[in-house]
Structures are given as structure tokens and as C-alpha cells.
């Protein structure tokens, strides 16, 4: 009996407490909780729109991340046109310019070169490949990156400052050190079309300080000096790259110039090929009308040219006789480009 008492009791505070349990359960569901504030997601550039600093003869809109080294090798063999008596080119004198780059901040890589062969303004003569070593020094900043719903395109700058240090004690080439200097600027503006299509397009700025000149006759007894070309040339760039794998993609690149100068007007370029990339290097080999491995000689001074034309800019006026030159196209050569990044 003694035990039936004690049972009770405790029989009862747990029924006592079942109905507070559950109280205190629908209590917990019914409240209302508070909301929690959405935290916006922040939008990130798009990547891989280019996987090197180069595409063929141009820059691309890429600047590798902070703390980046680079190191590049480009080559050119002569071009096709002597067929197999040079091996179509690669027998030919070649042209090999060799850079390092670095990126100290975000945005910026700034890098330094030297090239095997260049181009100048040979006085009272005409334009002539001259050897080097040609140095440069070249800046580029990402102004902006191609981001969802905020940048539609990704915006870099770029500029290139290139001196010739060939011997030339006797000013046979270069009269003053001012006539060694070239520089070029270029606004380079990309678009990740789909995840395997980038587009560029790339107007620039070409600068010389020499140019030749000639005579033309005002009167019996006056004369004027006409510069043969201008010191400043405007020309754009079209470049796309399109992936076929992870791994290769396919380039191609058009060079169009768009100052016309009296002489020597400079010829446009078209250049295709493949890349080939792993994580820290890139590899290119393509067909190019540019030779000189140098922006702003390339564009003043290219004397291949992919298509035939007539050259009206040496007809003189005021003789009967068309005196127009008919120009070769076709000649192209063969050219790679090797990139290795290191990562500090």
C-alpha cells in the first residue's frame, strides 16, 4: 500500500507536466521570428577572358594578379613568299625579342624588353630594318573588369616607350638621340561574349620624332618642304580568341592603319593561329604580317601586307603618267609566343 501511495504522487506531477510541455512547444512554433537582414551578394569580375597578356601582336585587356612575374620569348621567321630556297621563312633572318613583367599593385604590370631588329627613318632615303638591341619599357592598368550587371566590358590602358641602342657613330641613321625614340598608346577594350568568345577592339596611338621630307614648287623661285610622313599614326586593332577546349583556343587578329601620310603609308596586318595554355604558361604559334616585335615600329613602318593593292599615293599629279604603285600580297610569316607566370 505503502508503495501504491508513493507511485501516485509521482504519476501525477508527470501528468502535470505533459500539458506545459506542450504549452510550451506550441508557444516556440507560433512565435513570430525575427527577419534576418539579406546580405547582398557582391558581384565578381569575369574571369578568363583572355588567358595571357598577348594575343599574337597585341596586348590583351589582361593584367595578371598582384605579386606576378612574368617572363616572355617571341620569335618571327622571315616571310614565305622564296618559298622552299629559304625553307619558307624559318631559314630567313629572324626576329626575337625577349621581357620580363611584373605586378607591383593591383591593376598594374609594368615590364621592360629588348628586341633583335628594328625599323628607321634612314635619312634622305627611305624607311629600313636596322639592328638593335631595341629597349622598351611598357606600363598597363586594368581600368575596369568586365563584371555582371555593373561593367559590361573590361577597360585597360596601355603604353610603350622603345630606344635604339645601335653604334652609330657617324649619324648615318640617327642624327640626334631624340630620333631613336617611339612610343605608342593604346586603349584596349574587351567583352567575354559567351564562355568560350572574347572580343577586343583597340585603337592606338604610334609616335616618331624623325620623319624625312621632299620639295614641291610654289613658284620659279620658292620652294617647299612637306614632311613625308605625319610624326603622330592612328590605327586600331581587332582581336577575338575563341575556346575550343580547356585547354586551346583559337586567335585571330586585324590591324588597321588609319592616318594616311604622303609616303611610305604603312600596310595593315592579319594574323591567326592557336594557344595553347596550362596554369602558368602560354603558348602561341600563328601567321602574321608584323615583323618588328615592337607596337609603334610595327605600326608605322609594316611593309607586308595581306592583300594586293594599288598604292595611289605615288602618283604625281602633274604628270600625264600614272605613276601608282601596284603592292604584293600574301606575305606572311611564321611567329610564337612563349609566357611563363610565377606567382609571389
Not at 192 to 205: C, E, M, N, W, Y
Not at 240 to 259: H, K, W
Amino acid at each position: 500500500m505503502k508503495k501504491v501511495l508513493f507511485v501516485m504522487p509521482a504519476l501525477f506531477i508527470c501528468f502535470m507536466m505533459l500539458p506545459n510541455c506542450k504549452v510550451q512547444a506550441q508557444d516556440s512554433t507560433n512565435a513570430e521570428e525575427p527577419e534576418m537582414p539579406e546580405i547582398p551578394v557582391k558581384a565578381k569580375p569575369l574571369k578568363n577572358s583572355f588567358k595571357s597578356v598577348w594575343i599574337i601582336d597585341n596586348q590583351t585587356v589582361l593584367v595578371p594578379v598582384k605579386g606576378t612575374f612574368e617572363m616572355d620569348i617571341m620569335h618571327r621567321f622571315g616571310t614565305w613568299n622564296n618559298g622552299y630556297q629559304d625553307f619558307w621563312g624559318l631559314f630567313a633572318a629572324s626576329n626575337i625579342r625577349i621581357g620580363v613583367n611584373y605586378v607591383p599593385i593591383d591593376k598594374l604590370d609594368v615590364g621592360l624588353g629588348f628586341t633583335k631588329t628594328t625599323a628607321a627613318v634612314i635619312p634622305n632615303a627611305g624607311i629600313s630594318a636596322v639592328d638593335g638591341p631595341l629597349w622598351d619599357g611598357n606600363l598597363k592598368y586594368a581600368i575596369i573588369k568586365q563584371t555582371k550587371d555593373k561593367y559590361p566590358v573590361s577597360l585597360s590602358y596601355y603604353v610603350n616607350a622603345a630606344y635604339n641602342t645601335k653604334k652609330d657613330p657617324d649619324h648615318e641613321i640617327y642624327q640626334y638621340s631624340s630620333d631613336r625614340w617611339t612610343f605608342f598608346h593604346q586603349i584596349l577594350i574587351a567583352r567575354k561574349i559567351t564562355d568560350k568568345l572574347t572580343v577586343q577592339v583597340a585603337p592606338s596611338l604610334s609616335h616618331h620624332n624623325v620623319v624625312n621630307g621632299y620639295y614641291t614648287k610654289i613658284d620659279d623661285s620658292t620652294l617647299k618642304v612637306n614632311p613625308s610622313m605625319k610624326f603622330n599614326h592612328y590605327a586600331i586593332a581587332l582581336s577575338a580568341r575563341y575556346r575550343l577546349t580547356s585547354v586551346t583556343s583559337l586567335m585571330i587578329n586585324y590591324d588597321q592603319p588609319l592616318t594616311k601620310h604622303a609616303t611610305n603609308n604603312p600596310n595593315p596586318s592579319l594574323s591567326f593561329g592557336f594557344e595553347f595554355n596550362t596554369s602558368s604558361h602560354s603558348f602561341q604559334i600563328f601567321f602574321t604580317n608584323f615583323y618588328y616585335l615592337n607596337p609603334a615600329v610595327n605600326n608605322l613602318y609594316n611593309k607586308n601586307n595581306p592583300f594586293g593593292y594599288t598604292d595611289h599615293s605615288t602618283d604625281d599629279p602633274n604628270t600625264p603618267t600614272d605613276e601608282s604603285t601596284k603592292v604584293s600580297g600574301g606575305r606572311f610569316l611564321i611567329g610564337f609566343n612563349i609566357t611563363r607566370l610565377w606567382n609571389y
